[in-house]
C-alpha cells in the first residue's frame, strides 16, 4: 500500500469499492492501514482503539511479535502443499488444541461457517450409518452459525434465512434458556434428535449467555437421545471468554466444537473438534478441503494458542472483565433510559440499548473507539484479551462522553 495515503485516498478508495466490489456489507466509514497492539491506525494516520477486533478475531491484538515470527519463518520455507500430504504444522496444531480441549480428533477448514458445514455433514452421516429415522437437528433461535447453505439454514434468526428459496429440512429451533421449551422438542422428535447445536453465547443475536441449568439440561438429554452435542465456539473460543473454550465454565464436554475466528489472530483458519465417540463418522473421503489446515494458518494458529497458554494471558482476563462491567454499571446508572441491560462472560461483552446502536458505534468510531452494533440495538465490546486497564479507561470515557450526547 502507498505510504502517502492521504484522505482524497479515503475517498479513491471508497469509490474504487463501490464500483468493483459487491455490495453484500455496509462498511463503516474507516480504512486502516496498520494496527499495532490495541490500536489501529486510518490512511490519514488517525489512532483508534480497537475493542471490536475484527469481530473477536485478533485476541492478541495487531502485530504480536511472536506471531508476525512465526508467519515470516513459515512463508519463507512452505505456503502449501495440500491434504494428500503430512503436515508437521497441521499435526503440532491439532496436538495442542486436544490437550486443551477433550479427547479426539481436529479437522481443518478455513473458516467458522466452513467448520458448522463440516460438523453438519458429520451429524447428518452419524444420522444416517446409526439409522436414526427422520432425523433432525436442533438449533436455537436467536442463534448464528454462519453464510454458506447449510450453516445459514442451522441459523435460527429468521432475517438471516430469509429470500433463498427452499431450505435443507430436518431442523428445528429451540428457544434459548428455555428449559420447557427444550424438553418438549426432545419429546416432539423423540429418537429422532441426531444432533444438537449451541453458541454457548449467542453473539450475533446480542450477547446472550445460555444458563447453566438450560446447558446441564440439553447434556443431558443429548447424552439420553444419543445425540451430537456442537458446540459452535466460534466466537466464544481461543480465550474470549476468560477461558480457552467457553465450555471451560461448565462441568461438561460438548461432543464436538467448532472454531475459527481467534485461532489464527487473523489468519483465515477454522477447525472442528470431535470428540472420541464420534470420529468415525467422517470417514476417509466423505469430507475434505483444498487450503484447510494449510501450513501458513496452522504455524500461525500454533503461535497464537503458544502466546496464549505459555504467557498466562488468560489469567488476567477476569480482572479486566469486572474493570470493563464496573465502568459499564456507572455509565448505566447515568443514563439508564439509553442502557437496558450489560451481559457477557471474560471479555464478550455485550450491552442491550433501548434505541438502535448503529450511530452511537458510528459516533464512537469518529471519537477514536471501534466497537460492534449487532442486531439493531445491542453493542458488543471485544478487547484484546491482553489489553489493559487504561485503555479500558480511555475506551470507556469516549463511550460515555458519546452516550451522554444520545441521552435526551
Ligand atoms: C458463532 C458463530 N458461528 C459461525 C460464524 C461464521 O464464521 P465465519 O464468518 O468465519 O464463516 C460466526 C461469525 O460471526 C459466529 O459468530
Partial sequence: MNDKLTKSRFSEIQAKTDKYILGNYSRYPAC????????????????????????????????????????????DRLFHTSNLFYSREQAELAEVL????????????????????????????????????????????????????????????????????????????????????????????????AGVFVEPILGEYGVIPLEENFLNKLRKLTEQEK????????????GRTGKLFCFQHFNFAPDVMTLAKGLGNGFPIGAVVIGDKFINYL?????????????????????????????????NVPALSEYI?????????????????????GLHIGVECTQATRPIV???LD??????????????????????????????EIFEQVLGEFNS
Fill in 362 to 364: 458510528l459516533k464512537c
Fill in 32 to 75: 486502516f492501514e496498520y494496527g499495532v497492539g490495541d490500536y489501529l491506525f486510518d490512511v490519514e494516520g488517525k489512532q483508534y482503539i480497537d475493542f471490536q477486533c475484527g469481530i473477536a478475531v485478533t485476541n492478541l491484538g495487531h502485530a504480536e511479535a511472536d506471531i508476525i515470527d512465526s508467519l515470516r519463518e513459515q512463508a
Fill in 98 to 193: 486436544i490437550e486443551n480441549s477433550f479427547s479426539g480428533k481436529v479437522f481443518f477448514c478455513n473458516s467458522g461457517t466452513e467448520a458448522n458445514e463440516a460438523a453438519f455433514k458429520l451429524v447428518r452421516k452419524y444420522a444416517v450409518m446409526s439409522g436414526i429415522p427422520n432425523p433432525v437437528v436442533l438449533t436455537l433461535k436467536g442463534s448464528f452459525h454462519g453464510r454458506t447453505f447449510g450453516a445459514m439454514c442451522l441459523t435460527g434468526q429468521a432475517k438471516i434465512r430469509e429470500g433463498f428459496g427452499e431450505l435443507i429440512t430436518g431442523i428445528d429451533y429451540i428457544q434459548e434458556n428455555d428449559t420447557i421449551h427444550l424438553e418438549t422438542m426432545f419429546e416432539k422428535y423423540k429418537g429422532r434428535v
Fill in 227 to 238: 445425540s451430537i452435542l456442537v458446540f459452535d465456539e466460534i466466537q466464544t473460543g481461543i
Fill in 283 to 315: 470417514p476417509t473421503g466423505a469430507h475434505g478441503s483444498t487450503f484447510g489446515g494449510n501450513h501458513l494458518a496452522t504455524r500461525v494458529a500454533y503461535e497464537t494458542l503458544r502466546v496464549i497458554l505459555t504467557r498466562n494471558i488468560l489469567a
Fill in 367 to 396: 471519537r477514536g473507539l471501534i466497537l460492534n452494533s449487532t442486531n439493531e440495538r445491542f453493542i458488543r465490546i471485544m478487547p484484546p484479551l491482553n489489553t489493559s486497564i487504561e485503555r479500558i479507561h480511555e475506551a470507556m
Fill in 325 to 345: 462491567v464496573r465502568r459499564l454499571k456507572v455509565i448505566q446508572s447515568k443514563y439508564p433510559k439509553l442502557i437496558k441491560e450489560i451481559r457477557g462472560r
